[in-house]
């Protein structure tokens, strides 16, 4: 009876603990199918675009392709473009990107492949295959080319990469998939699921995927898995919570796959917690019958030892029950920060989807100006300049929506310092502080991306101001310097220092020494996001004159090398 007392406790628990990691994956899931829409759109108004540019026209209409060739290679190496090439009327390419590389697309026919054919019929056409010349795989996107008289003179076509999208799922460790129509899986974060099929395909489906040579040389065997239903499925053997979402404009599903491990976890903490309040109700039960046995048996000597060993039971049955509520308390703790996470995720995830088709609305016009001009003006400078920036306020956004990474370069650490002292400058003033740097006289170069590494200083030279605010002689000093082949950096101040707080507590998100207004409890979470992903690390402690000290090292790195 207990036992099946104790089954049902479990399975109850089980399913809200499981409702909750529902909601997470649908978060996450979100996430992922506003980064794969956003690819597919970034580049859609390009071909509409280059379709009216007078280049194109006159080599589509019989015109020399030499200047048109270099045209559409700037254009593509300006746009992280694949390649950008012209066909005629029967789908024989005139004019590529390529046109100087041995894969090149000149020469090559493509009258098979669906995107020519809509684009033929005067749609736009898109398509997702295996490159019948490269054999690499991209996401085709093409137009119409038309004459002043309407008539259709040849298609403008653009391949664009996903490689970088598949390598975030699979730094990111979770598993995704993206399959097509048919149920071929196009991207997946683990490559072995690629060209795995989700369902059998029937001959007609297998006949028209040959016709347009989508798949070359792929046998599109069936993945290992299985839907369970009732959002499970077993994939590769383990069976995880599954969910999917299509994915505009195709018919196209994403599948989102996590484990359930904690919350079976929880499930089984609940059915322990409520087992032993049970336990304790009972233990009570019993004391007290023992005392009303106790009081009509006068309490004899054997009986009072008996009550006094009772007495140390409970305490000790109290002190687990304590033990267990504060466990149940962190628990408690962990979902609220997990949820405040995934809502500010959903909300950077909004902001990015929200702003990322207007900025490249906004780059594509911008390009169709400079086209239709021949050449770029300040106004059309100025206005590129802003929408990088609003790109990487977007991209900074994304740190809570994806785990992927700006280019990694050189980065000279004194030069990343120096932008991020004139960041602060403000507040050294404000606050009467003396910043003194020390660092060496010739570049330290690491391997990463500078704005972030700037940030990562920013981050660290506010706290440091803040916490000299109410020092009679407020100093922040720097020192840089290299040691066994890793760079050091040292941030030291002569504030109240860290106490009692650990820098694990502090890395904590939403964990924040400051009073009520001052911070969210993010710098130093996002800082040591950041430091791990340049394989770097993070120490802190108390000065002893007073104060703190914050140590980033990372691995030193060539500036040729990175350069090569």
Do not use: C
């Not at 493509?110 to 997702?128: K, L, N, T, V, W």
């Not at 060496?440 to 030279?461: A, C, K, M």
């Not at 840089?480 to 040292?490: Q, S």
């Amino acid at each position: 009876m207990i036992a099946l007392a104790a089954m049902g406790v479990q399975r109850l628990s089980y399913g809200y603990f499981k409702s909750e990691e529902l909601a997470k994956a649908e978060g996450r899931l979100s996430l992922y199918r506003t980064s794969v829409s956003a690819e597919l759109e970034r580049f859609s108004h390009l071909t509409h675009v280059l379709a009216r540019d007078s280049y194109v026209i006159a080599t589509a209409t019989g015109g020399d392709t030499v200047t048109l060739n270099l045209r559409l290679e700037d254009f593509a190496d300006r746009a992280g473009l694949d390649a950008i090439y012209l066909m005629d009327g029967d789908g024989l390419t005139i004019a590529a990107s390529n046109h100087a590389a041995p894969t090149s697309f000149l020469g090559q026919n493509y009258a098979f492949r669906p995107y020519f054919q809509d684009a033929r019929e005067g749609r736009q056409g898109r398509f997702y295959a295996i490159g019948a010349t490269t054999g690499l795989p991209g996401y085709f996107i093409a137009d119409a080319v038309r004459d002043r008289g309407g008539n259709v003179q040849g298609v403008i076509a653009i391949k664009i990469a996903f490689a970088d999208l598949e390598d975030s799922w699979r730094r990111s460790g979770e598993q995704v998939i993206l399959a097509n129509g048919d149920g071929v899986v196009l991207l997946a974060s683990d490559p072995a699921w690629r060209y795995r099929v989700l369902r059998p395909l029937d001959a007609e489906q297998r006949a028209a995927i040959v016709a347009a040579r989508q798949f070359s040389k792929q046998p599109l065997a069936p993945l290992d898995w299985v839907d369970r239903g009732g959002s499970k499925a077993t994939i590769g053997g383990e069976e995880r919570l599954h969910l999917t979402t299509a994915v505009a404009p195709h018919d196209w599903e994403l599948h989102y796959f996590t484990a359930d491990d904690r919350a079976v976890a929880l499930s089984w903490l609940v059915t322990a917690a409520i087992a032993l309040l049970a336990g304790i109700a009972l233990f009570v039960f019993q004391y007290q019958r023992t005392q009303r046995i106790g009081r009509a048996l006068r309490r004899s000597e054997e009986e009072e030892a008996q009550l006094r060993q009772a007495n140390e039971r409970l305490e000790r049955e109290i002190e687990v029950r304590r033990t267990a509520e504060r466990r149940l308390q962190r628990t408690q703790s962990e979902l609220e920060r997990a949820s405040r996470l995934a809502a500010l995720g959903q909300l950077s995830a909004s902001v990015t989807h929200e702003l990322g088709q207007p900025i490249a609305a906004m780059r594509n016009h911008l390009a169709a100006a400079e086209i239709g001009a021949g050449s770029t003006s300040p106004l059309t400078e100025k206005i590129g300049d802003l929408v990088e920036r609003m790109e990487g306020i977007t991209r900074q956004l994304k740190f809570f929506a994806r785990s992927d990474r700006d280019p990694f370069d050189a980065v000279d650490l004194r030069d990343a310092l120096h932008a991020a002292a004139a960041l602060v400058e403000p507040n050294l003033t404000a606050a009467g502080a003396t910043l003194h740097v020390e660092a060496p006289d010739d570049p330290v170069f690491v391997h990463g991306s500078r704005l972030r590494i700037e940030q990562v200083f920013t981050n660290l030279l506010r706290n440091a101001v803040d916490a000299v605010e109410d020092v009679d002689v407020p100093t922040v000093r720097v020192t840089m310097g290299t040691d066994d082949g890793d760079v050091w950096i040292e941030i030291s101040d002569n504030g109240h220092g860290l106490g009692a707080a650990t820098l694990a507590d502090l890395q904590e998100p939403f964990v924040t020494t400051r009073e009520s207004g001052r911070g969210m409890g993010l710098g130093l979470a996002i800082s040591a996001s950041i430091i791990k992903d340049h394989e770097g690390t993070m120490s802190a402690r108390n000065a002893e004159s007073g104060g703190a000290v914050f140590r980033v090292t990372f691995p030193a790195r060539d500036g040729e090398e990175d350069g090569q």
